[in-house]
């Protein structure tokens, strides 16, 4: 079963940011936190990971609360092709791992 | 530089028959993971493939089988298909190098009647 929880649905207006909550408050040590979406029809798509410091690439932020029970995925200025479910998974750091899914946030961005 | 690409993109089978699904990873990535997706479901985990040997493995039933060839590229077969078969079968593959993600496949959606 996934370990985190996701809201099912958000809305967000274009050009706005979108914060995507996660909760995984049986999370150990050792377990890194993984944000992947998918776009309608297409595969899932990596976003960011972390440990438990803040990361940021070119696509999100990624804020780690310092007791590691929670998460949110910051997309700064939301637009119309962000629209996609977002999966929040915790796993272990070795990449070729298995990654557990859980049902997701639906994220509909409008204009 | 291709990603990872899977054929076909859409599969019609009857309830009974086997099917083979097949996986080409991202260039220099060397280890293939396998995921079935139901209808408005996240992807399941099916197996792992790494250096041509099944590295590890979800809760799926002995009908569903695979290969990883020399090149690193992956076969998914199913035997006996069931209706629930009936799913978008997604690949990922991966390298021990990478900086912890997963690539996916655009998935073959394989319809069961």
């Known amino acids: 079963d996934a370990k985190t929880t996701q809201p099912p649905s958000m809305d967000c207006a274009e050009g706005r940011a979108a914060n995507l909550p996660c909760n995984h408050s049986t999370i150990s040590g050792n377990e890194y936190v993984y944000w992947y979406r998918q776009i309608h029809s297409q595969g899932p798509q990596y976003i960011i990971h972390?440990?438990?410091n803040n990361e940021t690439n070119e696509m999100a932020s990624l804020i780690i609360t310092e007791d590691r029970k929670s998460s949110t995925l910051i997309l700064p200025h939301a637009t119309l092709r962000d629209t996609a479910v977002y999966y929040c998974i915790v796993g272990p750091s070795y990449n070729t791992d298995k990654l557990i899914f859980g049902t997701g946030t639906r994220l509909q961005v409008f204009p | 530089d291709a990603g990872v690409t899977q054929s076909p993109t859409h599969l019609i089978k009857t309830r009974g028959q086997q099917v083979t699904l097949r996986c080409s990873p991202k260039s220099g990535h060397d280890t293939v993971s396998w995921y079935q997706q139901a209808l408005g479901q996240g992807p399941q985990f099916i197996f792992q493939?790494?250096?041509?040997?099944?590295?590890q493995r979800g809760n799926f039933p002995d009908r569903f089988s695979g290969h990883q060839f020399p090149n690193y590229s992956s076969e998914l077969n199913v035997n006996a298909l069931l209706l629930g078969d009936s799913a978008l079968y997604l690949c990922?593959?991966?390298?021990?190098?990478?900086?912890?993600?997963?690539?996916f496949g655009p998935g073959t959606r394989l319809t069961v009647t």
């Open positions: 972390g440990l438990k």
């Open positions: 493939y790494y250096e041509e040997e099944e590295r």
């Open positions: 990922a593959s991966s390298s021990p190098a990478g900086r912890g993600e997963q690539y």
